[in-house]
């Protein structure tokens, strides 16, 4: 059971959405994040005092004072002092009466599995097609669950840290579905898929459309995975390999390749110092 932190939790991305899975008991936590989805307030303006002359006369002189005064900033109340990376949310699946009992993430496929104390596997993957930041889970036959989504803003400090600075809860919509409208970017939206009683899927957008088309197979499991294998086959064949006698050696080195790759697919965005992968219940500790 992984239930101290979301950075405990099997990694997955697509270069933009990032999925870190968790939890214990009969829950299992999805926090998802994402690599464009920042508050680009703030920061600071280019003045033409603030040129190389200056500040090298400046330090010549030993003006500190006048040094400082070239970038001194007045924030506006109601805004941030920089830009910096949003939190996003979590999806929860609850399966009465299950028991989790160990969860697997291949590097060599980017597939994952959930194991019950039953034996049955709950199989994950991800991929960059339909539209991107498409997640899809797949359950044994006959396992009942429930879906809980619980927006960033539903966690007391993010509550009362980001109304603060001009933000408004998101909307839900349908089972377990959200839109978050930003004070000064563009809209984000968490929108969970039941397409059986065995496939869940769920993706991120800038967007706030509702209605979601797509072409070709269903955006599930079954069609899913083999994207996830064929990316990840590719990523090996040129990746760097190495092979060293400690099988623990060998983990941390082909699971911080995986993630690397992860967080660099060439259809995502720049990466942040964490990547997608961001704390659903607080900010990060940098901007």
Not at 9 to 33: C, E, M, N, P, Q
Not at 209 to 225: D, F, K, L, Q, S
Not at 269 to 276: C, E, F, I, M, S
């Amino acid at each position: 059971p992984l239930t101290r932190s979301c950075h405990e939790g099997l990694a997955f991305s697509d270069g933009t959405t990032g999925v870190l899975v968790w939890g214990g008991g009969d829950t299992i936590r999805f926090t998802v994040g994402r690599s464009d989805l920042w508050d680009h307030r703030g920061g600071y303006p280019w003045l033409p005092s603030q040129s190389y002359t200056n500040i090298v006369d400046a330090i010549q002189k030993g003006e500190k004072d006048r040094l400082l005064g070239l970038f001194k900033k007045m924030t506006p109340k109601g805004e941030p002092r920089n830009p910096y990376l949003l939190p996003l949310g979590r999806l929860e699946v609850k399966i009465p009466g299950a028991t989790l009992t160990r969860g697997t993430l291949d590097p060599m496929t980017g597939l994952g599995e959930l194991f019950l104390s039953d034996g049955r596997a709950i199989q994950l993957a991800m991929c960059d097609r339909w539209g991107g930041g498409l997640f899809a889970v797949h359950f044994p036959p006959n396992t009942p669950y429930t879906l809980a989504v619980k927006h960033c803003m539903e966690f007391p400090y993010l509550r009362n840290h980001l109304s603060s600075l001009g933000f408004k809860p998101a909307e839900k919509w349908g089972n377990a579905s959200f839109t978050w409208e930003l004070p000064n970017d563009k809209p984000v939206m968490f929108r969970v898929v039941e397409t059986s009683a065995e496939n869940l899927t769920f993706r991120t957008e800038r967007s706030r459309t509702r209605t979601w088309m797509w072409r070709g197979p269903a955006p599930i499991y079954e069609n899913v995975w083999p994207m996830s294998e064929a990316k990840w086959q590719a990523f090996w064949r040129k990746g760097a390999r190495i092979q060293v006698p400690d099988p623990k050696l060998q983990a941390v080195f082909d699971y911080g390749m995986y993630r690397f790759g992860a967080m660099t697919n060439p259809l995502g965005v720049p990466a942040g110092l964490q990547g997608p992968w961001l704390e659903d219940h607080a900010l990060v500790p940098w901007n």
